[in-house]
Structure formats: C-alpha cells, structure tokens
C-alpha cells in the first residue's frame, strides 16, 4: 500500500511559468513533509519543508501549501527556470528515533527557455 | 557541509557474487539508511540504522543485510547478487530526532550497480 502518491510523473513547463506538483498521504502520524530536488548524477537534496501546524511555507520561488483536512500538500515553484529542471520528490515523516521518511515516486520537471 | 561519501560510484558484479556498498557521513550523524532508487518507483527504503550495531528493516530488505560496526559507516551487503537487484542505491544520513528536531536527510551521491 502506498502511502505518499504524487502526480504529475512528469511536467514540462515554459520558462517563466509556474510548475505545481501535489503529493497525497494516508497516515496521518506523519508530521513532516520535505520535498527534495535531485539534479542527474546527485542525490537527492533538501528543497523545502513544512510541518502539519502550518498551511504554508514560501521560501524564495518556492511554496508548500498544506491541506491537513484532504492530507494532501503540493509544491508551487514560480518563475520556473530552465535550472529548476530536475526530479522533485515529496516525502512524509514519522516522529520516531530515525525520523523515517515514506517518499512519492518522484516528477520530473523539464523547463523549457 | 555535511558529507555523505558511497564508496563507488558504478559497480558491475555477477549474478551470485556477495556484495558490498559502504557509506560513510562525516556529521556525527546517529540515523543512517539505504535506499534503491529505480525510475517510476521513487525512493524505497532498505535498511535503517538508529544507532551503532542498531538496525531496522525497512519496506523492501528481501535478499539485503546491513552492517553498522562504527557510528560514520553504515554497509548494504547483497548476499547472493541477483539481476533484480541492478538498481541507483543511495545511502543517507540524520541526525537524532529528538536531540535536533530536524527530519532533513542527507544524500550521498548513490552507486549503479549492474549485476550481469
């Protein structure tokens, strides 16, 4: 049973617009939610995240917005740039001794200049 | 910076070969964990490990172990190397919950394995 579902599996966007990827989650232990960005031939890193107590966080171009009550949360990058092209991953923690994360299968963002 | 280092960066091994892919983070890190990342299925867990010779299963440890012998390396052994086993395999660590409140993990840059 999957517990995290994101959508689209891939996106691609004109330089300039907005890109938008939505995750979906079940359980609702999870009290962290990151999303991660992963350039070819790295792995994955930090973008940007947010707890449940909090609809939504902006940092720069990029915005998580949280719907506890749909347990759903997405990722808005504005003014996507053709170096925002790369594979996002949404994921969702557990408050445990590790901290274990549940990831989404991953979006592929293409930004075309 | 934190430094998450694998030990290869591509491997290729023979079906029924006995395996080794190290780990080592340079931040004092108490959480560690391995991951397959194969295309269309995201990032699924392997193994954890909370502590030094601490270890847990995660969603898919079938025909993996773990070894974690010191607090800054964490190994992924595949015992008897199978095809379905070729996958990016990327090693992760956190620091504790509890001490920092911080959930962030950090990646190292993964190892391909082939297995032939």
Redesign the interface.
């Known amino acids: 049973q999957q517990q995290v579902k994101?959508s689209p599996?891939s996106l691609i966007v004109q330089k300039g617009g907005i890109s938008i990827i939505n995750c979906a989650y079940e359980n609702t232990a999870f009290d962290?939610f990151?999303w991660?960005q992963q350039f070819p031939?790295?792995?994955?890193?930090?973008l940007i995240?947010i707890r449940p107590d909090v609809s939504e966080k902006k940092e720069g171009r990029f915005t998580i917005s949280f719907n506890k009550s749909a347990k759903q949360f997405s990722l808005h990058i504005m003014d996507s740039q053709p170096g925002d092209s790369a594979t996002y991953?949404c994921a969702a923690?557990i408050?445990?001794?590790?901290?274990?994360?549940?990831?989404?299968?991953?979006t592929t963002l293409t930004v075309k200049p | 910076d934190v430094k998450?280092t694998q030990s290869s960066r591509y491997l290729v091994k023979r079906t029924g070969e006995k395996v080794f892919l190290e780990c080592v983070q340079d931040m004092d890190h108490?959480?560690m964990?391995w991951?397959r990342q194969d295309p269309?299925?995201?990032?699924?867990?392997i193994y954890?490990?909370?502590?030094v010779k601490m270890k847990?299963k995660?969603d898919i440890p079938e025909g993996y172990s773990v070894s974690r012998e010191k607090k800054e390396r964490f190994s992924l052994i595949l015992e008897s190397a199978s095809t379905n086993q070729t996958s990016m395999y990327?090693c992760?660590s956190?620091p504790?919950?509890?001490a920092s409140g911080n959930?962030?993990?950090?990646?190292?840059?993964?190892t391909r394995l082939t297995v032939t």
């Open positions: 994101q599996q962290y990151p991660y031939g790295k792995g994955p890193a930090l995240a991953f923690s408050n445990t001794n590790a901290g274990k994360s549940t990831f989404g299968d991953g | 998450v108490e959480n964990f991951y269309g299925l995201g990032l699924r867990l954890f490990s909370y502590d847990e995660g990327l992760a956190s504790a919950i509890r959930y962030e993990q950090y990646f190292g840059p993964g």
